[in-house]
Nanobody
Framework: VQLQAYGGGLVQAGGSLRLSCAAS????????MGWYRQAPGKQRELVATINYGGTVAYLDSVKGRFAISRDSVKNMVYLQMNSLKPEDTAVYFC??????????????WGQGTQVTVSS
């Protein structure tokens, strides 16, 4: 199983970016998908999650600005980021709980994509 994240870049404060992450490989299904971020010198933090039923959860600081969505047919997860702030600058990682065997899920990570917000 591989997760491929893309869509990062450099944007001015107040701008928008859309991150995408595609899961590929052989598996039975994906339950929870999410996005994490890690800024220099800081711990990785959970930004947003979405389960198979579409229930979402967000880090307080991104509520109202970011929106997570998924396409369960294409095995993709997206993060629409609006009203970006310099403090959103970080490497963003996608994450998925994948059922590779019927009795167990495993967690997989994408490679990370850099988001830089200039003031």
């Amino acid at each position: 199983v591989q997760l491929q994240a893309y869509g990062g870049g450099l944007v001015q404060a107040g701008g928008s970016l859309r991150l995408s992450c595609a899961a590929s490989g052989r598996f039975y299904g994906i339950s929870l998908m999410g996005w994490y971020r890690q800024a220099p010198g800081k711990q990785r933090e959970l930004v947003a999650t979405i389960n198979y039923g579409g229930t979402v959860a967000y880090l307080d600081s991104v509520k109202g600005r970011f929106a997570i969505s998924r396409d369960s047919v294409k095995n993709m997860v997206y993060l629409q980021m609006n009203s970006l702030k310099p403090e959103d600058t970080a490497v963003y990682f996608c994450n998925a709980n994948v059922r590779v065997v019927l009795t167990r899920e495993s967690t997989y990570w994408g490679q990370g994509t850099q988001v830089t917000v200039s003031s």
